[in-house]
């Protein structure tokens, strides 16, 4: 198996993820990490901070600095741009999800 094609693809999913999060409340990598874990994605430091900047750079966070628990945290907050792309993202995955699921019913039917 081609583990790059994997990863890229795991990335995609782990950026739509941070989107939807950080659509609920302001995020932190530290918290993201743990929120990430508990869907499987064992992601590190440095592989979610470049995510978070990329995601920033790309206009769909914006960061500000803030203390949390006596710990300066950078808080990540979605814009109306990511909303935009989160809202398309979730139409997207919605309708592959409906193309998997249909052919997975058929080929369960073939099988009877």
């Known amino acids: 198996m081609n ?11 782990i950026r739509i993820h941070i989107l939807f999060h950080a659509n609920q409340e302001s995020v932190f990598g530290s918290a993201l990490m743990i929120e990430l874990a508990r869907h499987g994605y064992n992601v590190g430091p440095g592989t979610l901070y470049p995510i978070l900047h990329g995601l920033e750079k790309d206009g769909l ?47 369960n039917e073939k099988e009877y």
């Open 61 to 107: 966070l914006l960061s500000k600095t803030r203390v949390v628990n006596g710990k300066r945290r950078r808080c990540y907050e979605i814009t109306g741009y990511g909303k935009d792309l989160l809202d398309k993202a979730r139409q997207q995955a919605k309708e592959l999800i409906e193309e998997i699921d249909e052919e997975n019913r058929n080929v």
């Open 3 to 13: 583990t790059k094609i994997l990863r890229d693809l795991f990335i995609g999913f």
